[in-house]
T-cell receptor
Framework: GAVVSQHPSRVICKSGTSVKIECRSL??????MFWYRQFPKQSLMLMAT?????????EQGVEKDKFLINHASLTLSTLTVTSAHPEDSSFYIC????????????????FGPGTRLTVL | GQQLNQSPQSMFIQEGEDVSMNCTSS?????WLWYKQDPGEGPVLLIA?????ELTSNGRLTAQFGITRKDSFLNISASIPSDVGIYFC?????????????FGKGTKLSVIP
């Protein structure tokens, strides 16, 4: 089956620093990638949707200047949390799909294992 | 935005028992999905439902897409210890150039051996 990896799996950083999280599709080309965040004992909240080579579409309430997304290739998307603060501590999960737009079906969206970010 | 009400929030059951959980929404979805998430991992798709009234099984799991398109349930039969985890429902709406996947808040399942 399709595999999506994330790196790092855990990261601890000081307040004010920037952190980059990578999401890779290992055995397929991901036309679309999604970034979610999940607070403890909470559900997944979509942050943004990105298509290879174009700007990401951010959900309402998500600061695009704080959460920089780059989908530079069909197998890699990065999320950079800039000037991180303790309230940014969360579990960040990416997912990838081989399709785009309304053609994305549930079973073509594959989730990564997540990255635990802790900001001190 | 769209919201899903998932219940129960948590369950403690004896190994071998059957489990049922459900999700309801005030909005219509094109697709209902059920995921399982283990601690520190991403969610894994269990069942996808694409048509109102559809009843689909995956091993000991059975899920149904409500005929109103606003609800879905998941049943697990003869639970085993490895069923432990958090189960999320998700509703997918796609159309008119938009695509939105909304997750429920999860049902935490604990199985007592």
């Amino acid at each position: 089956g399709a595999v999506v990896s994330q790196h790092p799996s855990r990261v601890i950083c000081k307040s004010g620093t920037s952190v980059k999280i990578e999401c890779r599709s290992l055995d397929f080309q991901a036309t679309t990638m999604f970034w979610y965040r999940q607070f403890p004992k909470q559900s997944l909240m979509l942050m943004a949707t990105s298509n290879e080579g174009s700007k990401a579409t951010y959900e309402q309430g998500v600061e695009k200047d704080k959460f920089l997304i780059n989908h530079a290739s069909l197998t890699l998307s990065t999320l950079t949390v800039t000037s991180a603060h303790p309230e940014d501590s969360s579990f960040y999960i990416c997912s990838a799909s081989t399709r785009a737009g309304t053609e994305i079906l549930a079973d073509t969206q594959y989730f990564g294992p997540g990255t635990r970010l802790t900001v001190l | 935005g769209q919201q899903l009400n998932q219940s129960p929030q948590s369950m403690f059951i004896q190994e071998g028992e059957d489990v049922s959980m459900n999700c309801t929404s005030s909005s219509i979805f094109n697709t209902w999905l059920w995921y399982k998430q283990d601690p520190g991992e991403g969610p894994v798709l269990l069942i996808a439902l694409y048509k109102a009234g559809e009843l689909t099984s995956n091993g000991r799991l059975t899920a149904q897409f409500g005929i109103t398109r606003k609800d879905s349930f998941l049943n697990i039969s003869a639970s085993i210890p490895s069923d432990v985890g958090i189960y999320f429902c998700a509703g997918l709406y796609s159309g008119a150039g938009s695509y939105q996947l909304t997750f429920g808040k999860g049902t935490k399942l604990s199985v007592i051996p």
